[in-house]
């Protein structure tokens, strides 16, 4: 039996799309700032904590639901002292934007993000953590579970999206996305910062004060967050972790393992062995 203090992860071949994430005892768990591909929505079971987002910060508790839109950088830690358990779910934007076109919910099959961070609203909460309850259970069927996925997200995107309204205001383009974006592309490689810099025209210190104000990462943890979510991809096709850890660029696999905890909260190994219908 798992211990309650180790993370569940719960994937099924036949719903490739979404990844469900279980924590009961989490009060020690701690995250870097990091980012996911997926859309991502959380569910906090029991106990407080600090929700950054995109630079903003909330505070959350038993009751709250949490939104992460893909590569926006976010980090959730318990407050001290205080007790903490959730559901994660991380879903592949392009099924769950054709899911809102194919219902009549959005106009185009493009992702489009979301504009809230938390919603407190009990029938969602609730019916959230249900829905994660029949995804983990075994008495349902892929298709019942697909329907019940479905039906879920349709709700909820019809309450999100009406309060969407307005247009988001434009900023100016930043440089530092180009800089990302060659990080994104290039993680493997181990180009040096000085390099880097003169590259996009910086100097070394105002790119690495820069970049941390913006994406709340310095380049060097941005380009490891990078590796991390390579890794997680090949774990979750079996590779051996030793394989993983050279094949996305770390030294060694207690290097891999020490990084990849700091971003996930669960072992190599431990994300590895999912909780499988």
């Not at 490739?16 to 929505?41: A, D, K």
């Not at 959730?76 to 991380?90: E, G, I, L, V």
């Not at 959005?106 to 019916?127: A, G, K, P, V």
């Not at 592309?185 to 181990?190: A, D, R």
Request: aromatic residues 12%; charged residues 20%.
């Amino acid at each position: 039996m798992t211990p309650s203090t180790h993370p569940i992860f719960w994937r099924d071949a036949a719903l490739p799309y979404i990844e469900l994430r279980q924590v009961l005892e989490g009060e020690r768990v701690r995250y870097s700032p990091h980012t996911h591909q997926e859309w991502s929505i959380g569910a906090v079971l029991n106990g407080q904590s600090e929700f950054c987002c995109d630079g903003r910060l909330h505070q959350v508790k038993a009751g709250s639901l949490v939104f992460m839109n893909p590569n926006v950088v976010h980090a959730c830690n318990p407050r001290q002292d205080s007790p903490w358990a959730y559901y994660m779910m991380h879903i592949e934007p392009s099924w769950l934007a054709n899911v809102l076109y194919q219902n009549g919910l959005r106009s185009e099959l493009d992702w489009q993000n979301t504009h809230l961070d938390t919603l407190t609203i009990q029938s969602f909460y609730q019916d959230f953590v249900a829905l994660c309850q029949a995804l983990m259970s075994h008495q349902l069927t892929v298709l019942e579970k697909e329907g019940l996925l479905i039906d879920y997200f349709v709700a909820l995107f019809h309450y999100l999206d009406t309060r969407d309204g307005g247009e988001e205001t434009l900023l100016p383009p930043n440089r530092l996305y180009l800089v990302a974006s060659y990080l994104d592309q290039h993680c493997l490689e181990e180009m040096s910062l000085d390099l880097i810099s003169e590259k996009f025209g910086y100097s070394t210190s105002y790119l690495v004060r820069a970049f941390k104000r913006h994406f709340n990462m310095t380049p060097h943890a941005y380009r490891l967050n990078r590796r991390v979510q390579l890794g997680k991809q090949a774990l979750k096709q079996g590779q051996a972790i030793s394989s993983v850890a050279q094949t996305v660029g770390f030294s060694d696999q207690a290097h891999f393992q020490r990084v990849f905890k700091q971003r996930v909260a669960a072992t190599p190994d431990q994300y590895r062995r999912s909780m499988s219908s």
